[in-house]
């Protein structure tokens, strides 16, 4: 049983999964409907940007050196407007020329910000919101006013691919990135950079092409975001830009990633993110006030800080 629960202290993102199940649960019992078979293709959908902008501001933060990447939101956000408004409205609706186009834009802004952190050496914070202001702007010159367009395939990723709901096919490609990294090493190289990066530099780890590296896996990540989100609303709307920054990264710490860097994943600030949004869709049943929303994030966030700075402490005690 000790061992049991040490390592549900060790693992915070294991925690995090647990919380999620818990609200699941919950939500079931609120409303019936919401685990019928029926029901689960549209709440993936609508869950699917959300929960790749979170995976996407993960690798940043994991870099340690203050990284958090709070032009996110405002990439994911542009990418949609790219899609809908520049690709789809000028003709161009195929799949394989729309998600290559798109993942680029995230990686290109990507690699500009992890050169701007880790080559130029701004502070992560001043070089991100320098993207958000420039990515919003941007936005707003391509789509002063909302636009409506969508193709099949879009369609289908709203709903489903046979039996198979669409959103599995955008949430999934980062967790497989994230896995194939892992085997081939980067992974680990990440969270030595993050926990130390004078260490990991002595043992030969290149800290700036790995941090750079992250910053572009982040970009990349909000491509499908992007994607994601043009397939949920079918819309380019500049005046959305922010709507996941600040949750995402809520998202990031709910599911165990330390801000101090060194530790975390892609699964955590998934299941960071199933916890955030199921939370939503537990008070919306519940017709409690949008306003409360915020404050379950702000105590969600809280709580998950205090926790995370307990973890190597009961490390510690535990050795």
């Known amino acids: 049983m000790k061992g049991s629960l040490q390592t549900w202290r060790s693992r915070p993102e294991a925690l995090a999964l647990l919380l999620a199940l818990g609200l699941l649960a919950l939500n079931v019992v609120v409303r019936p409907s919401f685990g019928s078979a029926g029901s689960i293709p549209a709440s993936l959908a609508a869950f699917a940007p959300f929960a790749i902008a979170a995976m996407a501001s993960a690798p940043s933060v994991i870099s340690g050196g203050g990284g958090i990447d709070i032009s ?25 020329a729309v998600i290559p186009i798109a993942l680029a834009l995230g990686l290109l802004v990507g690699v500009v910000n992890g050169l701007l952190v880790s080559v130029v050496r701004y502070q992560p914070v001043i070089a991100t919101l320098c993207g958000y202001f420039i990515l919003t702007g ?37 967790l497989v990135l994230w896995w194939l990294l892992g085997r081939a090493g980067y992974v680990k190289r990440l969270r030595a950079v993050g926990g130390d990066d004078a260490t990991a530099y002595a043992n030969g780890v290149g800290v700036t092409a790995v941090r750079v590296t992250a910053y572009a896996l982040g970009g990349l990540v909000a491509g499908f975001g992007g994607i994601a989100s043009a397939a949920l609303l079918q819309s380019g709307d500049a005046g959305l830009a922010g709507q996941y920054t600040l949750p995402a990264i809520a998202a990031v710490v709910i599911g165990g990633t330390s801000l101090l860097g060194g530790r975390g994943g892609l699964a955590g ?19 409690v006030s949008d306003s409360w929303l915020q404050v379950a994030y702000g105590s969600m966030l809280i709580g998950a800080v205090i926790f995370s700075g307990r973890v190597p402490q009961l490390r510690r005690s535990n050795a």
């Open 72 to 96: 996110i939101g405002p990439l994911v956000n542009l990418v949609t407007i790219v899609v809908v408004v520049t690709l789809f409205g000028h003709g161009v609706t195929h799949p394989l």
């Open 269 to 287: 600030p998934l299941a960071g993110a199933a916890c955030i949004f199921l939370v939503q869709t537990l008070l919306s049943s519940l017709y």
């Open 138 to 174: 941007v936005g707003l010159q391509i789509a002063p006013s909302p636009s409506s367009a969508t193709t099949s395939w879009m369609n289908h990723l709203a709903d489903t691919f046979g039996p198979v709901p669409g959103a599995v096919f955008l949430i999934g490609p980062p």
